[in-house]
């Protein structure tokens, strides 16, 4: 072998050993890819992850044994709620056992289940000097939400002064602004007033009946103390609601009458009779109260218009307007005469008429009218009052 080959030998294996050496430490090390721009294709993102709650309650247990059936039945009552139950675990509640239920707190758009409502309260502001009055007044009222297809939770009187005031409970449909998803809600309703807690207990089935009735799945009921020292019926319910806030189907909106009247009892007389051209007019009204005006007595009447949600805002289905009449007249009568004509074709239009005035002195005599307006509907037009 030569002397020149010998050394090309050994550059050879020195050059392998190298090589080795390298790619051994290539493999060791990670390679950082170079942050070049794609030309096409989205943003990478991270997979939103799902949110699980936890439903917990008061209700305990002796045993360990007695929780399992009684987490596994509320299951079962969420499940039929519409909530999506995860399984859950017993757990120490002092020295018993309770349970709690993993679940997710959000329904999808389209979903039936929990319904999308809302609990509220009416009074008309007013107090009755007897209770009689009162609890009629109440029962009238009741009774006309349900005939508006409100479903009534409760009615109540309460202390106003030296008389008494009424309440009634009611749920509306909560037209929610549309989103992908809903948040689930749970709410509790406390109606009844009992003297003894086992009366309370009795009552419980009626309650959760209620709401039965009303779509709305009511998961408990329980016994609890009211702040005068009688019982009460509370009622655990689930609702759906978003971010958005809240948009009553209904809302309660107030006519205040022209009508004046030297007695009390004749206005309120008069404001029964009134509440037929309410009804005929097809807004259906609630109640009706008597109010001062100056030395005499005129009433007011409260009635149900239904909200109309649009962009920007949102307008009631009906309302009450004024036509001011365009001409006069030397007499009274025949004032009263013209307006009499005017109420005729008004009510023939669709606009029910539910006050009327006849205005001026001997000479200059006119007249308005009060008129129930409804939305998209062609009328005269608003007028000052």
């Known amino acids: 072998m030569t002397r020149l080959s010998l050394l090309a030998g050994i550059l050879l294996c020195a050059v392998s050993a190298v090589s080795a050496a390298e790619l051994t430490d290539i493999n060791k090390t990670p390679i950082n ?26 209700e305990t247990v002796t045993f360990e044994t007695q929780a399992k059936p009684a987490m596994d039945a509320r299951i079962a009552a969420l499940n039929a709620a519409g909530i999506t139950t995860l399984g859950g675990r ?9 349970y709690v239920i993993d679940y997710l707190p959000t329904v999808k758009n389209g979903t039936a289940l929990p319904p999308a409502v809302l609990a509220a309260t009416y009074n008309n502001g007013a107090a009755y000097w ?19 297809r409100l479903p009534v939770l409760g009615s109540y009187l309460y202390p106003v002064g030296n008389g008494n005031a009424f309440a009634v409970d009611y749920l509306a449909k909560n037209e929610l602004r549309p989103t992908a998803e809903y948040d689930v809600k749970f709410m509790y309703y406390t109606g009844g007033k009992f003297t003894f807690e086992s009366d309370a207990v009795k009552n419980i089935p009626a309650y959760l009946a209620q709401f039965k009735a009303a779509g709305v799945p009511a998961i408990r009921g329980k016994a609890v103390g009211r702040p005068d020292n009688n019982y009460a019926v509370q009622v655990e319910y689930v609702i759906k609601t978003n971010k958005f806030g809240d948009r009553p189907q209904y809302s ?52 149900l218009v239904e909200n109309i949600y649009q962009q920007g805002g949102v307008i ?3 309302a009450i307007e004024t036509y001011q009449a365009q001409e006069t007249f030397t007499f009274d009568t025949e004032a009263k005469k ?21 205005t001026g002195a001997l000479g200059s005599f006119s007249y308005v009218i009060d008129y129930v307006a409804k939305a998209g509907q062609p009328g005269p037009g608003p007028q000052p009052r």
């Open 33 to 58: 890819q170079a942050g070049v721009p794609m030309p096409y294709g989205p943003a990478p993102v991270a997979p939103p992850g799902v949110t699980i709650a936890n439903y917990t309650t008061d």
């Open 90 to 98: 017993v757990v120490p509640l002092g020295n018993n056992y309770s």
């Open 130 to 148: 007897l209770a009689n009055d009162a609890t009629a007044a109440m029962n009238s009222c009741a009774s006309s939400f349900r005939s508006a």
């Open 252 to 303: 309660v909106s107030r006519y205040d009458s022209r009508e004046t009247f030297p007695f009390e009892k004749d206005a309120l007389a008069a404001s029964k009779t009134r509440l037929q051209s309410f009804t005929a007019a097809g807004v259906p009204p609630v109640s009706s109260v008597s109010r001062p005006e100056g030395t005499n007595y005129s009433y007011s009447v409260d009635f």
């Open 316 to 318: 009631p289905s009906a």
């Open 338 to 358: 013209a307006l009499a004509d005017k109420v005729t074709a008004f009510n023939a239009a669709g606009m029910g008429v539910v006050g009327s005035a006849v």
